[in-house]
């Protein structure tokens, strides 16, 4: 995942770091009560560590003297470092936690952007190695990840995050039509045929012009050919070509 991240706000580290130490002058007097450190979060920044990043983050977000303006950037930092650093589900703690308190901030945008890709990448990590997910977490996950996407683009019109995450939008929406036909398939492999031409006809409806909507029209040929009807079943399938397939 770290190559294929956005090369988005490396400037801003040094931005960031500048600001802590800005703010360490600023505040009282070190060793004086109330005193905010922000050291160690300007050292797991500097040594590009998730971990050590989160944990002195967390530990800043319980110090009503900790700045918001630098608590809002540093939640984007953090969660831009967990990303690039694989670790999916800190990122989109770090990005949400940054939209329940900074919802209005200039940046808003930008939260979405990284709780999307956070929930996009985790999405991606289900299918590795060619590995089949069990069809209700991999649409849980695709879901999830959609939605962030989707309310980047509805809220934010003037994005220019919205081109980024048109083509992860293409690819949610075909894993989404794939995991709903997995299920009707092992719905159809068990013998429920009712379920089966119902999710595959849900595919057919709201999933049009993917892949999976080609395979959900062979899907329900075969629903038809075992109920009896070879004749819709033969209408079906001359309409299956003219739709995209997947391999």
């Not at 490396?10 to 360490?24: D, N, Q, W």
């Amino acid at each position: 995942m770290k190559s294929s991240l956005p090369n988005l706000f490396l400037p801003f580290v040094a931005l960031l770091v500048m600001s802590l130490v800005l703010t360490g002058c600023a505040s009282v007097p070190r060793g004086e009560p109330g005193e905010v450190d922000y050291s160690p979060l300007e050292r797991a920044l500097n040594e590009q560590d998730c971990e050590a990043a989160t944990q002195a983050l967390e530990g800043l977000a319980d110090h009503q003297a900790a700045r918001a303006a630098v608590m809002a950037d540093a939640r984007l930092e953090v969660a831009y470092l967990c990303l690039s650093d694989g670790a999916f589900d800190a990122a989109w703690e770090q990005s949400m936690a940054f939209l329940r308190a900074f919802g209005d901030h200039p940046h808003a945008d930008y939260g979405y952007y990284l709780a999307g890709l956070s929930r996009f990448a985790a999405w991606q990590a289900l299918h590795e190695g060619g590995q089949v997910p069990d069809p209700d977490q991999d649409s849980a996950a695709a879901r999830e990840a959609f939605a962030l996407f989707r309310d980047l683009v509805r809220q934010f019109p003037e994005s220019g995050y919205r081109d980024e995450v048109a083509p992860h939008l293409m690819e949610l929406r075909e894993g989404l039509a794939q995991a709903e036909l997995r299920i009707a398939r092992a719905r159809f492999e068990q013998g429920d045929h009712q379920q089966a031409m119902a999710r595959a006809e849900y595919v057919n409806e709201h999933f049009r012009a993917t892949r999976a909507q080609g395979q959900a029209l062979l899907l329900m040929a075969d629903v038809l050919e075992a109920r009896g009807d070879e004749a819709g079943a033969d209408r079906l399938r001359r309409r299956a070509p003219d739709i995209p397939q997947g391999d």
